[in-house]
């Protein structure tokens, strides 16, 4: 997804060499496919949150991972993109796809992360799937838990 360290405000990619297989021991090397990955460290983006369903936003220090299905973002017909704010771990999530289709109303569930929310760099992207995992309810004591139940920012 990323390296351990990370420069702000640019990006920086790979090329990954991926494949699927359902055990690591039947992996075949030669069906290995290219996926562009980009990062980036983002220096306080504000994220929307809400605690026991008190709406806020918090400025929190982001890494935004992309990773395309192709070996360049002009040639991918997919990405995914992760947020991993700091001392918060995984909070968001899109898929995006070539003139793909919504899997459902996403306007509840994907609250705006401007400039981030932007389409990706290929033609025709459209956000299939999102999710967002700042919906924070009490934990044990001392800690938080993520809510299990939907987001409906306005």
């Given amino acids: 997804m990323f390296p351990p360290t990370l420069a702000t405000g640019a990006w920086n990619g ?16 030669t069906n290995l496919s290219p996926a562009y990955t980009q990062y ?10 809400m605690f026991h369903g008190s709406k806020t936003t918090l400025r929190v ?17 997919m990405l995914v993109r ?14 995006w796809d070539k003139n ?3 899997s459902r109303d996403l306007t509840g569930e994907c609250p705006s992360t401007a400039p981030w929310d932007s389409a990706p760099a290929f033609a ?7 999710r967002t ?12 838990a993520y809510s299990s139940y939907g987001w409906t920012w306005p």
């Fill in 100 to 102: 793909g289709t919504p």
């Fill in 82 to 95: 992760f947020y991993f704010a700091e001392g918060w771990g995984k909070v968001k999530y899109e898929r």
């Fill in 40 to 49: 980036r460290l983002v220096e306080n983006l504000t994220m929307p949150f």
């Fill in 14 to 29: 790979q090329i990954a060499m991926i494949g699927q297989a359902a055990k690591a021991t039947t992996c075949n090397p």
């Fill in 61 to 77: 220090r982001v890494i935004i991972s992309e990773h395309y299905n192709g070996s360049s973002k002009a040639s991918a017909k």
């Fill in 124 to 130: 025709g992207a459209v956000m299939t799937d999102c």
């Fill in 133 to 144: 995992w700042t919906n924070i309810i009490n934990g044990e004591p001392g800690t938080w």
